[in-house]
């Protein structure tokens, strides 16, 4: 019954290869997430949107990009993968001005 | 500073209470989370306390807000060995730019919970 999907789970790259992260959801919420957590950090907000409307966070570097196509699938694209993008990559979505966030399981990024 | 701190590692015994702290930067958050997260799981909201409150309780758990010290702290009663796992607070802030609401972790507290 999982609501918030990731897929995959572990994803291995290559430095520089780029890389696509997906995530989608059934709870048809209009807000989506994406956090970057590395090892023993705080999670950190990426960018998120609010229905179409794309929000970034001023200190997300450009190699970070988004999409969303649709209510239900969001996706993260990083352009050239450095080692330092190594890191845990979780999705969450939320719904209007309610407080709850909803997250996915995360996919494990390993950059070689 | 503008991070959310928390101390890495609790220890307990099965059966006590478990006090996980946490301070925080923004003195017009408006609300305060825990959320906890299982190996292999993402993270769950397990309660939140809006800023005009000072204590909020939920079964076992018990949130103690001090706006003054800008100091958060969840206790777990009882805690028993699937408790383990690490437990995050977040505040939510406004933007920079002042569009939006977001949520800013701490690094997360490591719960460990032995017989």
């Known amino acids: 019954d999982a609501m918030v999907i990731q897929n995959p789970r572990y994803q291995v790259t290559q430095f520089g290869k780029p890389v696509t992260l997906s995530c989608s959801q059934t709870?048809?919420?209009?807000?989506m997430y994406w956090y970057q957590q590395k090892s023993s950090q705080a999670p950190k907000l990426l960018f998120h949107y609010y229905d179409k409307d794309f929000n970034n966070e001023a200190d997300t570097p450009d190699n970070f990009q988004s999409r969303r196509p649709n209510t239900s699938f969001c996706f993260l694209d990083i352009r050239s993968p450095g080692l330092g993008d190594a890191a845990m990559y979780l999705c969450?979505?939320?719904?209007?001005?309610?407080?709850?966030?909803?997250f996915g399981s995360g996919t494990q990024l390993s950059v070689l | 500073g503008e991070d959310v701190e928390q101390s890495l590692f609790l220890s307990v015994r099965e059966g006590d209470s478990s006090v996980i702290n946490c301070t925080y930067t923004d003195s017009s958050s408006t609300y305060l989370y825990w959320y906890k997260q299982e190996p292999g799981a993402g993270l769950q909201l397990l309660t939140y306390i809006f800023s005009n409150m000072d204590m909020k309780q939920d079964q076992r758990l018990t949130v103690l807000l001090n706006k003054k010290d800008k100091h958060l702290s969840l206790r777990i009663a009882d805690t028993q060995t699937g408790d383990s796992a690490i437990y995050f607070c977040?505040?939510?802030?406004?933007?920079?730019?002042?569009?939006?609401?977001?949520?800013?972790f701490g690094a997360g507290t490591r719960l460990a919970v032995h017989p």
């Open positions: 969450a979505t939320r719904q209007g001005v309610q407080e709850k966030l909803f």
């Open positions: 977040a505040e939510r802030r406004r933007s920079r730019s002042g569009g939006y609401n977001k949520l800013i």
């Open positions: 709870l048809n919420h209009n807000v």
